[in-house]
């Protein structure tokens, strides 16, 4: 792709965010989701090969069928209350629909069906800005709508934990495995959004910190398949290292930064008085967990059965700016001692 068009799709991909952002108005809003939407489908389809073409293809079907609901459901708000501010959706039907309809564009269960497959058909860096630029401006409108009854938020959040834990369970790709841990996530931060907004944009933003390293990791060693994690020690060894704990920082383990919103969020729902839910979420999280234990397993305590063809590489000077990784990864792994100065700064 020649580069004065890739910069003006990746512009577009901000351009449409920062509409969504500054919009009252839901036809300003659903027009910048549309921008972002048109602008990732070329940069989906770029590489030419037929499961980039059916990713792309599958990926524009669920999108404008999540569009056409969000702009019915947003007609029918305007029609029942004539106005269109975003923030006012009295009415239990649109704003269900609303929600329905963002759910499915940022893949939440149980409408979830297409990410995988979707990721599994692109490189990692088109992955990458699928499994975080692109949640930014439908949760932001989540968020806005707020429904009187949080109860359609803990069924989506509870049950995208669940699924995206038992999803990659057998997974071997790479990106269905990171697919699978992008609804588990997104489970968590809409798990907590009706209690304490604050706290599910800490944890976004801690999502995109570990999503970005891992992502970046594998792009470094060009590993997309559980097998190939093996080989990483003979290409930059360094790695080896810092990946599983990026790893296990994603799953909530303590000491790690992947458990401050972990932890957080159980904290703030005992407080609900809803210890029975924090306990399924607790639990739920267990099964990603096991696959990211999995890939920490494949990566530094086995080794592939003969020297393979890459021992040298890690010799030689590295071709990429390594400075965003470094600085993700450090924040993946040592933000915890961070905690009570984060708690100080944002209104819980």
Known sequence: MAPPIYSALIISLGLGTTMTFASTHWYLAWMGIEINTLAIIPLMAQNHIPRAIEATTKY??????????????????????????ITYTPYTLTSTLITLALAMKIGLAPLHS??????QGLNLLTGLILSTWQKLAPLYLIYQIQPNNPNIFIA?????????????????QLRKILAYSSIAHLGWMILILSFSPPLALLTIIIYILMT??????????RTTHINSLS???????????????????LGGLPPLTGFMPKWMILQELAKQSLCPLATMAALSSLFSLYFYLRLSYAMTLTM?????AGTLPWRLNPRHNTLPLALT????ICLLPMTPAIMSLMPF
Do not use: R
């Open 231 to 249: 080989t990483t020690w003979a290409k930059i060894p360094i790695l080896t290292v810092s990946t599983p704990l990026i790893l296990l920082s």
């Open 114 to 119: 297409w990410m995988p497959e979707v990721m």
């Open 212 to 221: 970005f390293s891992l992502f970046s990791s594998f792009m470094l060693t």
């Open 60 to 85: 524009f079907f669920v999108q404008a069928t999540a569009s056409a609901t969000l702009l019915f459901a947003g007609i029918s708000n305007a029609f029942l209350t004539g106005q269109w501010d």
């Open 329 to 332: 990864t450090t924040s993946t």
């Open 304 to 308: 592939p059965p003969n020297n393979p």
């Open 156 to 172: 989506l959040g509870l049950l995208s934990i669940i699924v995206g834990g038992w999803g990659g369970f057998n997974q071997v």
